[in-house]
């Protein structure tokens, strides 16, 4: 999905107001479930599709803004408590830890 997802940004510059983000991610997770159905039958809706682009952007906005003082990012414990229960039970934490450490690298 983090592939979809950077590829969908290629296309505009992501706008800074929470709501217009918002409405992005929603139709992102819309057109994402149709083109992957096979990926998103782990997920336990399709609003998780939704919640997780929208988490990742929250996220890499975090990461990568000079101005915030280090104490003061999102930690891979923050980011696993934000989308607990949003995955599904299995691959929940290896799947939130493996977002956390990509953005984080990027």
């Known amino acids: 999905m983090d592939v979809a997802l950077r590829k969908f940004q290629t296309y505009f510059r992501m706008p800074g107001e929470a709501q217009k983000i918002e409405r992005l991610m929603e139709v992102f997770g819309q057109r994402y479930c149709q083109c992957d159905r096979d990926a998103v039958t782990g997920f336990r809706s399709p609003d998780t599709v939704f ?26 414990e923050d980011f696993v408590k934000n989308l607990r229960g949003e995955i599904c039970i299995i691959c929940e934490i290896c799947l939130i830890s493996w977002i956390f450490k990509t953005f984080l690298t990027v």
């Open 51 to 76: 919640v997780l682009a929208f988490a990742i952007i929250m996220l890499n906005t975090d990461l990568h803004t000079p101005n915030l003082k280090p104490e003061r990012r999102m930690k891979l």
